[in-house]
């Protein structure tokens, strides 16, 4: 995992005695899950959501152990973190939890579907730890939870009430959205979502549905201007170009608008208005893929797929057709920082793109 | 009118600008190196070289390409003088029906221009967005393996 101060390896959760947690105890498990302290006493990095699990259930904990320890175990030195001082210190890690770390605050607080979501979101499901922004010290910054944040590479947007996406979510189509990892009004996910959709294809329809409800109350319903906006755009999406003088329409009219006029979604592109890439934060997801696409799934299975543009766009090109966007097909100010998140994304591994393995799942007989 | 720079001299076109560079190439210029496989960017029949990096000369329209240098197929050598990589592959004699092969030389070239020394995951991972359905797979990658040992 790449992080700003070096790299992070995951370790080997298999029950391998040696190299993996076989020799690890339920207690010791549960104290790793919840107060992020390893078999020795170690205190672990917070790459790993100990912060966001401490809320896990015993019964949960208890679950999770069980079907760890059930796996193969594979025999698999984990490689050392390449981590810059100080935070190749571990001990450091015992100031970090005393700033970061609150005391533990274990199960559901809120009875109900609603709480049982509140449960995932906050808990197991850890979104905060990619949607909310971190302190100067990489801590979630709690006063400003769900706002946004980023996530190796990737912008991860508000899921608050500071969401902006042009359809706003109800709890409908978040539902479809982590089921499906798509959406007809809304795209597909990508990036690091990708692999969170991918995982969750597998999860309980009454989990997902409970996290969807829950995530939907932290983004309260629309105000009655954005959703009449809604209304008009999803009745007539801008997708022609009027003006053809500036260089950026240009582009968009050759490259972009020939797929991007929603139709039969996943396969068609979405609208670009109904795009909250466009009206984020940052530009960076949207430059992304204009770089880099949306791969086709490794494994040849079908999925939707677009074509990165990184050779045959120079920068001053994606530049030219991100600014006519945002300004021809979103109702926000230009984005200030393009060009930094261009020659950003360009420095992207493939690691760091991070597609689902099984591609996007569609299924179309649940298009609603 | 867009003028490019192709396999190393100045070309001007007459086309929309919306037209995909591989119309261009083949119907205008009756360079047919790049094939027409799927017209949707998935298959990689048509990759070429802009500006050094393989792209899907399907999906790029001719308009945004005013005055970048586009290497095809025809640029990386002759059947009398036959490129680095375009000789390791038929060294290894890596084709069956040969449609896809000059999509993999193009992106095999771009490949080892950005890395020459890879290592076989370097190559499986830049060789992932083309396909071939007669199954020339392991003799492709020896191929590439071929030609930056070459």
Known sequence: ?368 | MTTIELNGSAVTIDAEADTPLLYVLRADLQLNGAKFGCGLGQCGACTVLVEGEAVFSCTVPIGVLAGKKVTTLEGLGTIERPGRVQRAFIEEQAAQCGYCIPGFIMRAEALLRRTPNPTDAQIREALQPNLCRCGTHMRIFRAVRRAAKA
């Open chain 1, 1 to 368: 995992m790449h992080s700003p101060f070096g790299t992070i390896y995951s370790t080997n959760i298999t029950p391998d005695r040696e190299t993996g947690i076989g020799a690890w105890s339920l207690e010791v498990f549960a104290r790793a899950m919840r107060e992020g302290i390893g078999k020795d006493g170690e205190h672990l990095y917070p790459a790993f959501p100990y912060d966001r699990f401490q809320r896990t259930t015993d019964e949960d904990i208890a679950a999770l152990y069980a079907f760890v320890m059930s796996l193969p175990p594979v025999r698999a030195e984990t490689p050392a973190n390449k981590l810059v001082f100080p935070f190749n210190v571990r001990g450091g890690l015992a100031l970090w939890k005393r700033l970061h770390f609150n005391p533990a605050q274990r199960g559901q607080t809120t009875p109900g579907a609603l709480g049982y979501g509140e449960y995932l979101v906050e808990g197991l499901g850890h979104c905060g730890s990619c949607h909310s922004p971190r302190t100067r010290l990489f801590g979630e910054d709690l006063q400003r939870v769900y706002d946004g944040g980023e996530a190796e590479g990737w912008h991860a947007y508000a899921i608050d009430e500071n969401n902006r996406a042009p359809i706003p979510w109800d709890t409908k189509s978040l539902a479809f959205y982590l089921r499906h990892g798509w959406h007809p009004q809304h795209g597909i996910a990508r990036g690091t979502m990708g692999l969170v959709t991918d995982d969750l294809a597998a999860a309980a329809p009454e989990d997902i549905e409970a996290m969807a409800q829950y995530v939907a109350s932290l983004m309260k319903p629309p105000s009655p201007a954005r959703a009449a906006r809604a209304r008009e755009l999803l009745r007539a999406p801008p997708v022609e170009v009027a003006d053809q003088g500036d260089p950026g329409a240009i582009i968009y009219d050759t490259t972009c608008r020939g797929c991007h006029r929603g139709g039969d979604m996943p396969w068609d592109g979405l609208p670009l208005a109904w795009s909250i890439g466009l009206v984020g934060e940052s530009p960076r997801n949207v430059v992304n893929v204009i770089l880099h696409g949306i791969p086709p799934a490794p494994g040849g299975e079908t999925t939707p797929m677009m074509p990165g543009y990184a050779g045959a766009l120079d920068d001053a090109q994606v530049e030219s057709l991100v600014r006519w966007m945002r300004a021809n097909l979103t109702d926000q100010p230009p984005w200030p920082d393009v060009r930094k998140s261009i020659a950003e994304s360009r420095r992207m591994t493939p690691s760091m793109l991070l597609f689902p393995p099984g591609g996007t799942r569609f299924d179309p007989a649940k298009t609603p």
